[in-house]
């Protein structure tokens, strides 16, 4: 079993819609936990990071932690077409450990 | 401009090739990581080194080799022995490892062998 899962997609929404990105996990040591977003042929780049359980936001982006049930999730309104990307889930214990990453889920986000 | 840069961005290997990938950082980062990207995996660590003249092998070091003289250096050498080296490589640092490491990436290098 991985230690970060994460459906790979792809995901189609219209333009306007609230996105549910979501990821699981396994090891119960997690205490950070990260979404990066990758365009096409670029290097990911951090969008938010979160630390033990509860919500963060920022702008249209709202990441969420639920550790009681190892659950990851990263929400967009209003999405947009250059929101179009896929959106990787990371996580780690903190301390001089690996940042464990998900396999990534595609998003298109259409006019 | 403080950043990571990756060269060459599209690199071709005939089979038995050693190549070397090049990563230069500018932020004073002491941290250093690589990592494989093939479709639907994510990114996979190859290698990554905490500090000047260290290095650890990652999840999927066999095949590959790095060396760290320069803070701001860490190049990768996909040798011969990588049966299958065709990916997207990217070179990631970190400001410091101790805490939730965040991480800052290159644009990447694509490997293809013909």
């Known amino acids: 079993q991985k230690e970060v899962e994460q459906d790979p997609g792809p995901l189609s929404v219209p333009e306007g819609a609230i996105v549910s990105l979501n990821c699981t996990y396994s090891n119960s040591a997690f205490q950070y936990f990260m979404w990066y977003r990758q365009y096409s042929r670029k290097g990911p780049e951090l969008l938010m990071y979160t630390y033990s359980s509860g919500n963060k936001e920022d702008g249209r982006f709202t990441a969420q932690v639920d550790k009681s049930s190892k659950y990851i999730s990263l929400f967009i309104r209003d999405s947009q077409p250059s929101d179009s990307a896929t959106y990787l889930c990371g996580a780690n214990r903190g301390g001089y450990n690996k940042l464990i990453f998900g396999a990534g889920t595609r998003l298109a986000v259409h006019p | 401009d403080g950043g990571i840069t990756q060269s060459p961005k599209y690199l071709f290997r005939k089979e038995g090739q050693n190549v070397t990938l090049s990563c230069e950082q500018n932020?004073?980062?002491?941290?250093m990581y690589w990592y494989r990207q093939d479709p639907g995996q994510g990114l996979r660590l190859i290698y990554y080194?905490?500090?000047?003249?260290?290095?650890q092998k990652g999840d999927i070091a066999e095949g590959y080799s790095v060396s760290r003289e320069k803070k701001e250096s860490f190049p990768l050498t996909v040798t011969s022995a990588q049966k299958n080296p065709t990916a997207f490589y990217l070179c990631?640092?970190?400001?410091?490892?101790?805490?939730?490491?965040?991480?800052?990436f290159g644009p990447g290098t694509r490997l293809t062998v013909l």
């Open positions: 932020l004073n980062h002491d941290a």
């Open positions: 990631a640092s970190s400001l410091d490892p101790s805490s939730y490491n965040e991480q800052f």
């Open positions: 080194s905490q500090i000047v003249n260290d290095f």
